[in-house]
Every structure is written in C-alpha cells, then in structure tokens.
C-alpha cells in the first residue's frame, strides 16, 4: 500500500498527503533544508510556524559531524534537533558530485574524505540505509551516483552502478514504518532515464526520486529528463525532485506529477539579504528600501511581513544584524510553502494550469528588483545557483547541500 494519498489530481498535477512516522506531509511539498540538523538560523517551531510539514537533513554530512553514534544516543534526530515532524535524509550521493574532488566511487561503495579532519568515510549502501535508520530518519534516501551536467563520459556505468546500489539498498529496507525512497538517474538522455525509471519502478520502494537533475543543465533539457522519468514511475508512489527552489521551476515540476521538493535557496538567499516575492527577488540591500515603511509583502502571513517594513529589514542587512538573516529566511521558507500549498489549492480545484499562468505572469510583470542575474541575489536560474555554490567548499554547496 502507498503511503501517499491522492486526493486530486488535475493533469499530471497531484494533491495529496504523504503518511510518515512522524505525521503527515500535504503534498506538493516544499522540505527547508537543515543540511547539518538545523534550518539556518531558525528553531524547529519557527520552521514549522513558515507551514513546513517537513525537513531534509543530510546524512552524509551529519556522520562526519556529529557522528550518528551521539545522535543515536540523544534518541535520534528528532530529539536531538528538537523537531517532532517528518524527516526526510539524503544519503549522500549527491556529495559524489558537489564534493567530487574529494569523493571516490567503486563497485562497493562511496569513499570521502572529510573536510573537517581529513578521515576517510566509506559509505556502502547497506551502510547508508543502516546509518538512516540510526538516525530515526522517516524518509532514507538510497545511495546513488549523480552525473554532472557537461561530463563528456557517458553516465551509463554511474546509473548501472545506481541500480544495482538500489537492489542493495532494498535488500536492508528496515521496513519498521520508515519510507525507503529510490533515486532514478540515466543523465540526459532520453531513453537511459525512461530506462532507469522502469529499472527503479520494478523495485517496488515507497517513493522515487528523480536524481541527477537541476545540476546546471537548460531548463528544456531538466523538464524533458523528469517527464520522461515520471512517465516510468508508479502512479500510486511518491516522486520527489531533488534540488529546485524557484516558483516558475516548482510549478513546472508539479505540472508534470511531481510532489516532493527540497532547496537551500530561501536560507541562503536569505543570507545575502535577498526576499522571494510573487513578483520575482527583492534585494533587500538597495538604497530605494532606505524610506519604505511597507512590508516586504502585502498579505504574507510570516513574522517579517506582519510585524517590520522593507525599510527596516534593510536596515537590519546594512548593520549586518543577524535578525535580518533570521526575518528573511521565516519570509522565504512560507513563501515557498505557501506556494505549494497555494498550487495544492488550484489542483483540487482543477484550476492548475490556470494557477501556474496567472503565477508566471507576475513573475514575468515583474521580476523584482535584481540587477545581477548571475549572482545569486539575482533572478538565477537553479543551474546558474548550482554552479555558483558548487565551489567545492563545505557549507556552500548546491541545491542539495
Ligand atoms: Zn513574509
């Protein structure tokens, strides 16, 4: 039986809930990332106060540090970061290719070096679904190995390598009411990803991801690699995109049957002192906030909207106070929750399509006030935003972490 719920669906687009051990998730879903157990510079109540029903932790860095054996022993990843609700964990594929200079990949199992104390980390499949478990995670995430967008070698042996990972990583499936996610790959080629959707479909897990996407590529190339990967997926199961975090990119996604999301976009766009609004990005820092004493959305229901003005969030950026970080990270994660939950509305209406126009219009109206489209305070795309933070440096990786 499928843990998700369809409540509606109009076109591809689903509406739903995704039942975990931890409580429910409303799908489509937008997951904040706490890549090292905590959403930047937020409490756990604050995240759940932005409309979030669930977090990504990462499990690859979390073994470095801490170490799943203190966590564990805090009684797993809830307790120890004070967040009761579902928890989704990634295993650590994705760092084969943010962190490829220092990540090594054979038949067995994936090999780093950790960048805080130069340890060797060897992370098998089993180990990785194991070390998920240990965690208290709710959704674990398979090992699998991503393609960079412009490799010239063919991404066939890294998706074999993926399947046959897969197999390995469903053979552990603790099944004590954890989600064992499968990751489909097959670079961008057409028929390697329907191949690897049906590859990973056949293994019967309680969702799929669609891997290996969002890593740099034009935006026709992405949407044409996930509907092809969909097409192959179970109708009933979970499908999740890993690492997309712009509203344009979100709704084309949805519209193709995709339900789950995750992006470190509002938190560190937030650190750059940059807003997500319906009318595109909102660099904060400008001198035309200095005398404007409205809020920086009309209408937003999170904390710097109700209670401060553009003028004064930017004030907070240009004394470099950590509140502003803090105000516009709140803003940015309901932004995006608050956008999913608005395209959830629309599809059990059977008004999505209408939904996504009417959203990409303003976007389009309007694209905010950004000057730099390449940088991230700007209007970047999600591949632009991958290549700026894939600068090998730990704590500025791409979407994923
Ligand atoms: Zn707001």
Not at 43 to 48: L, M
Not at 104 to 130: I, Q
Not at 294 to 315: D, I, K, M, Q
Not at 344 to 360: K, N, S, Y
Request: charged share 20%; net charge negative; aromatic share 6%.
């Amino acid at each position: 039986m499928s843990a998700l719920t369809i409540d509606a669906r109009d076109g591809a687009a689903r509406a739903g809930r995704l039942r975990t051990a931890h409580g429910e998730v409303r799908t489509p879903a937008f997951m904040p990332v706490g890549t090292h157990a905590t959403v930047k510079s937020l409490d756990p109540g604050e995240v759940r106060a932005c409309g979030a029903d669930i977090v990504l932790c990462n499990a690859y860095h979390l073994a470095l540090r801490p170490g799943v054996d203190i966590i564990e022993r805090a009684g797993g990843l809830h307790s120890f970061m004070g967040w009761d609700g579902p928890i989704l964990t990634d295993s650590g594929g994705f760092q084969l290719v943010s962190l490829r200079n220092v990540a090594t990949v054979d038949e067995d199992a994936a090999t780093f070096v950790s960048p805080y104390d130069g340890a060797r980390l060897r992370v098998t499949p089993e180990e990785a679904v194991r070390s998920q478990a240990r965690l208290d995670s709710d959704i674990i995430m398979c090992l699998d190995q991503p393609v960079a967008w412009g490799t010239a070698a063919s991404s066939a042996p890294a998706t074999e390598r993926t399947h046959r990972w897969a197999a390995r990583c469903r053979a552990v499936h603790p099944g004590d009411g954890r989600l064992l996610f499968g990751i489909c790959q097959g670079g961008f080629d057409a028929e390697s990803r329907a191949a690897s959707a049906a590859h990973i479909a056949a293994l019967d897990f309680d969702g799929v991801a669609v891997g290996g996407l969002s890593v740099g590529e034009p935006l026709e190339v992405m949407e044409a690699m996930t509907a092809v990967s969909v097409a192959g997926l179970p109708a009933d199961r979970p499908r999740y995109f890993m690492g997309l975090g712009t509203d344009s990119e979100l709704l084309t996604m949805v519209g193709l049957g995709i339900d789950m999301f995750d992006c470190v976009a509002p938190t560190r766009l937030a650190r750059t002192g940059t807003a997500m609004t319906p009318t595109g990005r909102m660099t904060l820092r400008r001198a035309t906030y200095r005398d404007d004493l409205r809020p920086l959305v009309e209408g937003c229901s999170c904390p710097a909207c109700t209670r401060f003005s553009r003028a004064y969030l930017r004030h907070l950026f240009a004394a470099g106070e950590i509140l502003g970080h803090r105000l516009v990270s709140l803003h940015n994660i309901t932004h995006l929750t608050a956008l999913m939950a608005a395209a959830g509305e629309a599809i059990r209406a059977g008004r999505f399509d209408a939904f996504r126009a009417a959203t990409d219009a303003r976007l389009r109206g309007d694209a905010g006030d950004c000057e730099d489209a390449a940088s991230l305070g700007g209007d970047a795309t999600t591949g632009e935003m991958w290549a700026a933070g894939s600068a090998q440096i730990p704590g500025t990786l791409g979407p994923r972490g």
